[in-house]
């Protein structure tokens, strides 16, 4: 696929996810086969005030390419600004987001606020496609809610002022992550409009993404949850699309995998905050695995590698492998 002048590679993306998709993860799920990836949602209006926060958010790692950085904001002028310093930091894509249903940037009038009002999300795009030589994409969702589904008058509006492709997560704000993925509407989407349509929402394994690619006919995919603790699906689909044997992924690789992540991650925050965040990813990377309600009690107490080396031997001794 080729989002403007950049060619990705692959079948699927790795989705923003605030607090979960960090450095360390998306360096990860790249060395997997993520045809790219996305970072964590980052504020405009925080990058333009100069907030370290906001901009180490958009930091971009050799790594880490193809790498979109991913802004909210409903001021175009600010969301202009906030792209052009995104681009100097490295990144290969500017994307916008108008699908994050999480109050703190819906009710403010960005995320998936943006989905009630189609000519200010035009105008926010046409504002940052003039402000960088990087292609711009857009992540909507369906609509606001089940009575205002604009996914398509927005795509529409988003292509005219220069978007180079558009994510579509599949619900509306008002269904949050938890119904059933309308793939209908992002059909509809991929019908509108000339440039690459991205389906995101639901994509667990490769039924579920051929599904995705069969239902609305769309050019690329984006997982998100499905890849906590399991960067291997980007292995998995691409060995699937492209007609090869799908990869076996021992317990002993999958928890080596988790210690060079966390590795990375204290790498990059340092022990303390890495060994906090740790707890939820050492948790996801155990799950289906012998005793692993067990295993996962114990990651709550995580204060250093070593006891995350010790859950990893204890998971071993479960599965019987020690």
């Known amino acids: 696929m080729r989002i403007g002048t950049l060619m990705i590679s692959g079948f699927a993306a790795l989705a923003p996810m605030a ?48 790498m979109a950085a991913q802004l909210f904001g409903r001021d175009p002028a600010v969301m202009a600004k906030a792209a052009a310093r995104a681009a100097e930091l490295g990144a290969d894509v500017i994307d916008i987001n108008m699908g994050c249903p999480a109050p703190k940037v819906a009710m403010n009038g960005g995320g998936s606020a943006l989905m009630k009002d189609p000519v200010l999300a035009e105008d926010i795009t046409r504002a940052v496609v003039g402000a960088v030589d990087k292609p711009v994409t857009v992540k909507i ?6 009575n205002h589904l604009t996914a398509v008058e927005l795509a529409k509006r988003v292509e005219d002022a220069g978007a180079a492709a558009v994510t579509v997560h599949g619900r509306t704000r008002e269904q949050q992550y938890a119904p059933p993925v309308d793939y209908e509407t992002i059909g509809r989407v991929k019908q509108a409009l000339h440039i690459p349509v991205i389906g995101n929402g639901d994509i667990t394994d490769t039924a579920s993404a051929q599904k995705m690619l069969n239902e609305t006919g769309c050019d690329y995919l984006m997982v998100g949850r499905a890849a906590m603790g399991n960067p291997f699906i980007f292995a998995e689909l691409n060995a699937f699309f492209t007609g090869q044997p799908i990869p076996t992924v021992s317990l002993e690789t999958r928890l080596s995998v988790l210690l060079k992540q966390v590795d990375l991650m ?21 799950r289906g ?19 995350i080396e010790k859950i990893c031997e204890k998971a071993l001794e479960h599965a019987g492998r020690v």
Not at 44 to 62: I, M, N, P, W, Y
Not at 141 to 146: I, L, P, Q, V
Not at 266 to 286: D, F, I
Not at 289 to 307: N, V
């Open 19 to 66: 607090g979960v998709a960090d450095r360390a993860m998306r360096e990860i799920c790249l060395s997997f086969g993520a045809g790219y990836c996305v970072s964590e949602l980052t504020s405009a209006k925080g990058v333009c005030l100069g907030d370290k926060k906001s901009a180490g958010l958009l930091c971009c790692t050799q790594q880490e390419h193809p």
């Open 289 to 307: 695995l012998p005793g692993a309600a067990a295993l996962r009690r114990d990651c709550g107490c995580i204060e250093s590698k070593s006891d």
């Open 266 to 286: 204290e790498q990059y925050k340092g022990t303390r905050v890495a060994m906090l965040e740790a707890r939820k990813h050492t948790a996801w990377y155990l």
């Open 141 to 146: 969702r369906t609509g606001w809610d089940k």
